[in-house]
């Protein structure tokens, strides 16, 4: 298959997307790479949930979900925030088609701690036949972070997880978390590039907090020897300017990014 890019989408920017974002799709797509859509919600989940008067919580950056949660989750994820996504690719000429990682088998999860976390899935196996389908008609693939099991429980999953995994699974030559910040801040300024050991740095140090921890851990983890780089990018910035990305660039070492 040719060049596959992955963008995980955050739920932060997702109302935010704006016409430079569109324009690094088409400028993606120009440079002959294939675009698939990985997408989070959590704002709007919490939305939801608070006009529900439910209660909820983050473990380590996964959300405690009960059956209820679960139910919620599925509806905003794999109904509002995916449609929504569609809706804006497709008014910028972008041709999509809005799925969840529960259809056609792509994401296979097993709980990832049942007892604390409830329906929270780890995902054991990708499946890309629907999205190389997908891909193959030049449709972007924009796809939900929602799993099953073995035995066909639907199950939560984080997205910067799902993301990851697709990206390893398809192979891609780029992955890219689309966020609210323009890269990862220190004093705030944007760091152009890093590595493993220095974000475990500043991990430890705080200077990384919050929403960008398992962002930086799906990105570390899916580091390999196709995709030898991950950036992390502002939504609301051109992020494909002239060849080259703006934002922080995480590879295994500092000299890879010169090669
Ligand atoms: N060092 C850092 N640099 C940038 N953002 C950081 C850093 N540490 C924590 N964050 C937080 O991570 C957030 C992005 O993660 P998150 O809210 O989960 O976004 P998304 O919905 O895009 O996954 C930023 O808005 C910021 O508040
Ligand atoms: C298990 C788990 O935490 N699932 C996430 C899925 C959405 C997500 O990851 O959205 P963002 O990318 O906007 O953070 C959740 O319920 O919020």
Redesign the pocket.
């Known amino acids: 298959m040719s060049k596959v890019v992955v963008l ?5 920017i ?1 109302d935010e997307l704006s016409e430079p974002f569109f324009g690094s799709l088409h400028e993606l797509k120009k440079q002959g790479y294939k675009v698939v859509i990985v ?8 939305s939801v949930l608070q006009s529900m008067n439910v209660q909820t919580q ?1 473990i380590n ?3 405690k ?1 009960t059956k209820q ?1 679960l139910d919620i ?1 599925e509806m905003v ?1 794999a109904g509002q925030i995916n449609k929504q996504i569609v809706r804006a690719l497709e008014q910028n000429n972008l041709t999509s088609a809005g799925i969840a990682g529960s259809d056609g088998g792509i994401l296979t999860a097993d709980f ?1 701690n049942e007892e604390e ?1 409830g329906y ?2 780890q995902i054991s196996n990708v499946q890309i036949h629907l999205i190389k389908t997908l891909l193959d008609g030049d449709y972007i693939p924009v796809i939900a ?1 929602i799993a099953r099991t073995e035995d066909h429980q639907t199950l ?7 993301a990851a995994a697709i990206a390893s699974a398809l192979g891609a030559k780029k992955l890219l978390f689309v966020t609210d910040v323009p890269g990862i801040l220190k004093e705030k300024q944007v760091i152009n590039h890093t590595t493993p050991d220095e974000i475990e740095e500043m991990i430890g140090a705080g200077i990384i907090n919050g ?1 960008m921890i ?1 962002k930086v851990q799906a990105a570390i983890k899916s580091l390999s020897q196709s995709l030898k780089e991950v950036m992390i990018v502002s939504g609301q910035s051109m992020f494909v300017a002239e060849q080259s990305i703006l934002g922080t660039k995480i590879t295994m070492k500092k000299e890879a990014a010169f090669k």
Do not use: E, M
């Open positions: 995980k989408c955050g739920g932060s997702v997408h989070g919600g959590g704002p709007a989940i919490n983050f950056g996964q959300r979900t949660v989750a994820l990832l976390l929270v899935g972070p939560n999953v984080n997205a910067d997880t799902a929403g398992p």
